[in-house]
């Protein structure tokens, strides 16, 4: 499902069709190319643009271009004809012609309506929606034609599919590479993460589609809840970007937090089949079961300045950003995610009831966004600091367990930036 432009020229027309491409590498480089064998040759020889060589015209590559307008990839054709003298061995232009009148496909014959074509091209964004079929509990086909009937209209959109085998980040660096104006992430926490981490530092903004269990991140940015898919790619359209603190974790992207002791054992038993039976339910219900296993470990913890704070916890949540859901992260009954700082709360209980009761408070201090005090909870901010336990706790970092303490984690002030409500 990538966005495809054909490039053809009968003989007399290949220094011209060279040329054009020469001119407009930068717009034609964030498509995927293809032209018969002889024309893509010349044009990766002499531009240094990626063109997917088809048969040459004599042997009917033509019919292959033809091909693929049926199937739905191509944006325009790109065919300088000449018009006086053709030799019979020369791609028919009629063959092309016919089959873009009927599938509604731009096609340029001569250079005037091809610099028309690139130059409205030029004026369309190109977004890359990286897209996880197994994320959340909806029909992903059905979701996945919501989009694209609410984007294509609007957005030059390349489709790319997450397969087990192939990490997010990867694609998301694939689509940077391909000079992208914005990465769209569809699917959980754990999918976006991995695709904002791949962005930190590029500039190029991040849309989020969220499908997942939980969906904090988007939740964070102010994403409503209601209708999620429709609401988000309004957000998208909108092109109001936002620059947020990114963070690295033990050297792995962190957007959201990083949760050690409690948080990470209550993420280890929601299972992916809890999950798709209770939704976020499976957080709650793996969190009290959790309750009654929790003990205090030793905590050390080191900051920026050298200064070491020993403390015991039974929780440590390390957080980027974090909706009030998220409610080991609100010590300071809020997550602020711009201001260039981690916040660290640090829980202990030495019962359920003390567990609950903490929690609670925490909770309703992040509904009001308001300070709050408690005999078991300490909260601070810091821009890098380690961890370490005594004995080791596991780590989730983002919704996946990564392996456990020690950790360091560091604040990247703006490293992100995102497609965003405006506040």
Not at 43 to 56: D, N, R
Not at 69 to 97: K, R, S
Not at 180 to 188: E, R
Request: one cysteine or more.
């Amino acid at each position: 499902m990538t966005a495809t432009i054909a490039l053809i020229a009968h003989d007399a027309k290949k220094d011209d069709i060279v040329n054009f491409a020469r001119k407009h590498a930068p717009v034609l480089g964030r498509y995927r190319l293809i032209a018969t064998a002889n024309t893509g040759q010349r044009i990766t020889a002499e531009t240094g643009l990626v063109v997917e060589q088809l048969a040459p015209g004599m042997m009917r590559g033509d019919v292959q271009i033809a091909a693929e307008v049926v199937a739905g990839n191509m944006i325009a054709v790109i065919f300088l004809v000449e018009p006086f003298y053709v030799q019979p061995v020369e791609p028919n232009v009629q063959t092309i012609l016919q089959v873009c009148q009927v599938h509604n496909v731009a096609i340029a014959t001569n250079l005037s309506t091809a610099e028309a074509i690139v130059t409205s091209l030029a004026k369309t964004l190109v977004a890359h929606l990286i897209y996880n079929p197994v994320a959340g509990q909806g029909n992903a086909e059905q979701e996945l034609t919501l989009i694209r009937e609410l984007l294509e209209p609007h957005l030059n959109l390349h489709i790319h599919f997450t397969e087990p085998e192939i990490d997010p980040a990867t694609l998301a660096t694939q689509a940077i590479a391909a000079q992208a104006d914005m990465v769209i992430a569809s699917g959980g926490d754990g999918t976006v993460s991995a695709i904002a981490g791949a962005l930190i530092g590029s500039g190029i903004p991040l849309g989020i589609i969220p499908r997942g269990t939980a969906n904090a991140f988007a939740v964070s940015l102010g994403i409503p809840r209601l209708l999620p898919i429709r609401n988000a790619c309004q957000i998208i359209l909108a092109n109001n970007t936002r620059t947020v603190d990114a963070a690295k974790c033990n050297g792995l992207p962190m957007i959201l937090l990083a949760g050690v002791g409690y948080e990470a054992g209550t993420v280890e038993r929601a299972s992916r089949e809890l999950k798709d039976r209770w939704g976020a339910m499976a957080y709650l219900m793996a969190g009290w079961q959790l309750l009654d296993e929790s003990m205090l470990f030793d905590t050390q913890i080191e900051t920026e300045e050298g200064k070491i704070y020993d403390f015991q916890a039974t929780a440590i949540t390390i957080a980027n950003a974090a909706p009030p859901t998220s409610v080991l992260a609100q010590g300071a009954g809020q997550v602020i995610f711009d201001d260039g700082l981690l916040d660290v709360t640090i829980a202990t209980a030495d019962n359920k009831l003390e567990a609950v009761s903490a929690m609670l408070r925490m909770f309703g201090a992040a509904i009001t966004r308001t300070e709050f005090e408690h005999k078991n909870v300490i909260h601070g901010r810091a821009k890098w600091l380690k961890l370490t336990t005594n004995p080791p706790q596991k780590v989730v970092l983002d919704g996946e367990i990564i392996g456990t303490t020690p950790i360091e984690v560091e604040c990247i002030p703006d490293g992100l930036t995102v497609l965003a409500p405006k506040v």
